[in-house]
């Protein structure tokens, strides 16, 4: 760290992230009596996946016959990794979260039956809601305030530190427990609302020794326009897609489908299945934001053909991100806790994507849980956070400032660093169609990146805080290159598979865990194999 | 990306500043300027915040474009995101009338999966 100290603080339970995941943790916390910081890299309220467009939950009434239906798709799709115990868990959580939401003043729609319809939540009154709720809670919101690395003992972690990105200053904030809400990481690759996610939890967690799990399911691409940023994507189901020629591309629009045609050439859509003006209507009153790039760019998405591409989401709707061990979700190092998609989401989601619906009712309850947990947690702690003997636990991207200076040792540049990283991660080639020797010359490269992110030379605050996203980038996508080559079958729904191996094998009916940097471990973990998870798995008591 | 703080609207409230989640624009005596404009992600939030429609965001992610304000002024284009989100005084919001929930009543004949790419397989299609 480089920066001179401008603010000190001393809290109970310090959250790092503002999107809903981080917005959850710090009402929480502050709800069980501790005093709060909430950080984050950008806004709380404007932060993350969720804010710039809108998110599906899972609302379902408290009718056992559905939820456990809902339970046993959702095994089914895993792959069996998740845990019926959790999915009811969060199917519980989430529902009575969303009446909160609606007391807190979300204006819900209702059906003509007055039955309020908590099922979907538009991101920019959503967060502002958040917001202006944490605020009201007492907590101590730093904007623009992205944290760094985090400062630990041999108890475990106090703090951390970071940068007042606006003020060209730093931060730090001890705390007895830390809740790390940073998302997950999906590759600067201009997805909604998603390039502040940079795996920047991941890195700091990493380096005080927690495990991640599930980071080789990560294989999730989502449609947006060929020259914009919306990833929202539920609407093309109203579409037809042509190629270039403007010939119809028929076909079971599932599995491969886009992927392959983009491999062919470009490919278009015209949303000519919602053929009325009235059903048009309901679209655009649905997922505005879907509409707002072609209305700009002049594309009549109902006439007229528009182009598609494919943006990488890493883990954002991947699966994979810290491991979580306790119903608090603490991780494996003492006062440190992940929620929302910076956690690993394979407990209710296994080896499916987690997009949308779940991983948004998980933001909520791993938010409440874990803000629960770290007060709980913090508030037991006999010495205060501002007593003990902390050390700064950052060892990646963060080299001194330069202001400037000529550097003798020869310097990267972030930018460089970043495309290079994303040209291992972005190509359909690699990490869709997966195989293990295309992960194995990838994931070569990037070890061969990996000691240039010490050699970043950043001149100002804001390239200092961009080195380190490289640094935690260059660390996620060797995490995620690991763990594939580690799973060698083809599990669940396809978020992660091998060409080599298209099948799904019962001896590797585990979960992944990796850990460290320099050198990255993995072992696979039994410990979820139990109870309701393993009596629910083919071929000991229900088929599939 | 972010291409237009018009000056002539600006009011000097700098509240894209303190939204905008990629820290694009920096401060000044007088209204903000696009200081990073390659740190734009492209999510439209500082114009949905800003209470003077005076942004314009281009839906073009990656490549700059030439802006006009007086035409987009004249489309009605600048300020319409907010007025979309129904955030202003004297407006609905968007959350009040989200016709989300009710979707799946006008799915197409033969209902598809939008994503197009690997995701959930229902159980029964394996």
Request: aromatic fraction near 8%.
């Amino acid at each position: 760290m480089s920066g001179e100290t401008a603010l000190k603080l001393t809290a109970d339970v310090l959250v790092i992230g503002g999107g809903p995941a981080g917005a959850w943790a710090a009402w929480s916390a502050a709800s069980k009596g501790a005093k709060v910081v909430l950080v984050d890299k950008g806004y709380l309220g404007s932060s993350g996946a969720t804010a710039p467009g809108g998110t599906n939950l899972l609302y379902l009434p408290p009718d056992k016959e559905m939820r456990d239906k809902a339970v046993r798709e959702r095994m089914a799709s895993g792959g069996y990794l998740s845990e019926a115990g959790w999915i009811h868990r969060v199917l519980d959580q989430v529902y009575i979260n969303l009446e909160r939401v609606e007391q807190w003043g979300y204006p819900f729609v209702r059906d003509e039956n007055g039955v309020p319809q908590r099922n979907h939540l538009q991101g920019p009154e959503y967060m502002a809601l958040m917001r202006k709720t944490v605020k009201k809670a007492g907590v101590k919101v730093l904007d623009h305030a992205p944290a760094l690395e985090l400062l630990v003992d041999e108890h475990g972690v106090g703090g951390a530190r970071g940068a007042l990105r606006q003020q060209g200053k730093d931060w730090e904030v001890r705390a007895g427990a830390v809740v790390i809400a940073t998302g997950g990481c999906a590759f600067l690759s201009k997805g909604l609302g998603c390039n502040v996610l940079t795996g920047d939890g991941y890195l700091m967690g990493a380096e005080v020794g927690a495990e991640l799990s599930g980071m080789e399911f990560s294989r999730r691409y989502a449609p947006a326009p060929a020259f914009s940023s919306n990833t929202r994507s539920r609407l093309l189901g109203w579409a037809t897609y042509y190629d270039q020629d403007g010939k119809e591309l028929k076909g079971s629009r599932n599995g491969d489908f886009l992927a392959e045609r983009l491999l062919e050439g470009p490919v278009y859509a015209i949303m000519n299945k919602a053929d009325t003006p009235e059903k048009r209507a309901i679209l655009r009153s649905s997922h505005a934001i879907f509409f707002l790039p072609y209305d700009r760019a002049g594309i009549d998405v109902f006439t007229q053909p528009f182009p598609l591409t494919l943006r990488y989401e890493g883990t954002v709707r991947g699966t994979g991100g810290l491991r979580i061990v306790d119903d608090n979700c603490e991780t494996t190092v003492p006062g440190l806790y992940a929620a929302g998609d910076a956690a690993t989401r394979e407990r209710i989601t296994g080896a499916a994507s987690g997009g949308g619906a779940f991983n948004a009712s998980w933001a909520i309850c791993s938010g409440t849980w874990s803000g629960e947990g770290a007060a709980r947690y913090a508030l037991s702690q006999r010495a205060g956070a501002d007593s003990r003997q902390l050390r700064s636990a950052g060892r990646y991207g963060l080299a001194e400032t330069t202001g400037g200076r000529a550097l003798s040792s020869p310097r990267v540049e972030t930018a460089e660093l970043v495309r290079a990283i994303q040209d291992q991660v972005f190509p359909l080639q690699i990490n869709y169609f997966r195989s293990e020797v295309g992960l194995k010359a990838a994931l070569n490269k990037l070890h061969s990146y990996w000691p240039s992110v010490n050699e970043q030379a950043p001149g100002n605050v804001h390239e200092r805080v961009h080195a380190r996203e490289a640094a935690a980038m260059a660390a996620t996508a060797r995490w995620i290159y690991t763990a594939g080559l580690a799973r060698k079958e083809t599990r669940g729904a396809g978020l992660h598979l091998l060409a080599e191996y298209p099948d799904e094998d019962p001896n590797q009916h585990h979960r992944l865990l990796v850990s460290g940097l320099e050198t990255i471990r993995t072992r696979p973990d039994r410990t979820f194999l139990g109870g309701a998870s393993a009596a629910s798995y083919p071929g000991t008591e229900q088929g599939a | 990306m972010i291409e237009l703080v018009s000056t002539d609207r600006c009011i000097g409230c700098n509240l894209c500043v303190k939204v905008c989640p990629t820290n694009v624009f920096d401060k000044t005596e007088a209204a903000p300027v696009i200081a990073r404009q390659e740190d734009c992600q492209t999510c439209f939030i500082c114009e949905a915040y800003c209470p003077v429609d005076a942004l314009y965001v281009s839906p073009y992610s990656d490549e700059q474009v030439e802006v006009d304000e007086a035409a987009l002024a004249e489309q009605g284009v600048l300020g319409s995101w907010r007025a979309t989100l129904g955030w202003g005084p004297g407006r609905t919001k968007l959350a009040a009338i989200d016709q989300t929930p009710f979707i799946n009543r006008i799915l197409p004949a033969r209902p598809v999966r939008a994503a197009g790419v690997s995701d959930v397989r229902s159980p029964a299609t394996g």
